[in-house]
């Protein structure tokens, strides 16, 4: 069967103690309190998407990558799950200190769920915590841990709209208060939260630490920088280049583009994703996915409009 059109899929929303109301402002039908997260695009049990509509509406990303891998993925990625989740968060507060695993630890571990690099795009201006500060080995970090200096072990990042950071696995991190960003990851919900600042979760209990599993996870050579934003607003092209995704900022120009895999289109302002079998309507910080199978794609903005695509590998 040829899928050929643009898919979109219902976000699912994920309360969290740390979340706010932007999404809210942002979109209809997201649920009262904090909300933290609209995973867009996720083949994950914690969060399925679903074909929100068209012929295919109600059909879930785990059963368009199992019936149509080849169509939906394209021929060299044709499997059973969806390599790649993408989603919108809402940092009210600042998330936890942690880290994720890559795929050998993830393996070595026996975590149902691979190794998770990921991504960001900075929506809103904030802080950004990515790394560790110079000089700072596993004793210095868990002695911060210990005092309760953590803040003061991590390498913080001022970053404003447009700004741009790539976290490899095993990278510890946390984001900061007021930040709100698009996320491009592999396909995982692994995370070990090294540090919860001293905050209660939603049922007003300390949130679970996984200090042990952070020790074997955290890689203390890794220093990840951001880039920032072109000075002009310029796309600056590809973003990422990686092992698991691809990730180009582009202008919504309506250039024909051919799909060899496929394409997640997340709209930074409101656009229009053409294919040959259709045409979508995105509005700002909405994602659709483009099959392998639609041949070309386009997509049609604002004069100056900038959209991010994202390929999985």
Known sequence: MSLGAPLRFAP???SV????ERIAA???GVPTGPVGEAWDLADHSRGMSVVAHG???GRSLRELARDHGAALL???LDGATFPLMVKLIDARDRLSVQVHPDDALAREMGLADGGKTECWYVVADGTLYVGTEPGVDAAAFEAARVEGRMESALARHSVRRGDFVYLPARTVHAIG???LLLEVQQTSDNT?????WGRLGLDGKPRPLHVEASRRAIDFSLRPTV???DAEGRPRGRLVDGPFFTLDEVTADGAQRETRRCVAVTALGAAEVWTPAGTLALGALETALVPADAGLYAVRGEPGALVLLSEPC
């Open 192 to 196: 070990f939260r090294v540090d919860d």
């Open 177 to 179: 208060a007021g930040c």
């Open 227 to 229: 880039v920032a934003l």
């Open 26 to 28: 942002l979109r209809s």
């Open 55 to 57: 012929p295919l509406a």
């Open 17 to 20: 103690v740390w979340g706010g």
């Open 74 to 76: 394209g021929r060299e």
């Open 12 to 14: 699912v929303y994920q």
